[in-house]
């Protein structure tokens, strides 16, 4: 008799997490682009004296911690239950 494949609660969401944040780097990727091209638009680094940082900087910045944080949380084994 065949063994019935049952799906692991803890791999899908590790699965889901690791998606997440890949994702989430990708988001990073795009609001850097973005962010390079405001800055070659003003002709200015942001940040600087003459133009505050714009949104796509501060994006750029979160996305990319939060990418790396959800990526760092889906690889880490979760605790194991102690049974009484």
């Known amino acids: 008799m065949r063994e019935r494949f049952t799906l ?17 780097l990708a988001s990073s990727a795009v609001s850097f682009e ?14 600087s004296d003459q133009a505050p940082h714009c949104g796509w900087c501060y994006a750029s ?16 084994r979760a605790p194991a239950t102690q049974r009484a």
């Open 34 to 47: 973005l962010a390079r091209e405001h800055m070659a638009a003003l002709g200015v680094i942001c940040g």
């Open 61 to 76: 910045v979160g996305f990319f911690m939060t990418g790396v944080s959800t990526l760092i949380a889906a690889a880490r």
């Open 8 to 24: 692991d609660e803890d791999a899908i969401l590790r699965a889901g997490s690791a998606l997440l944040g890949l994702i989430l």
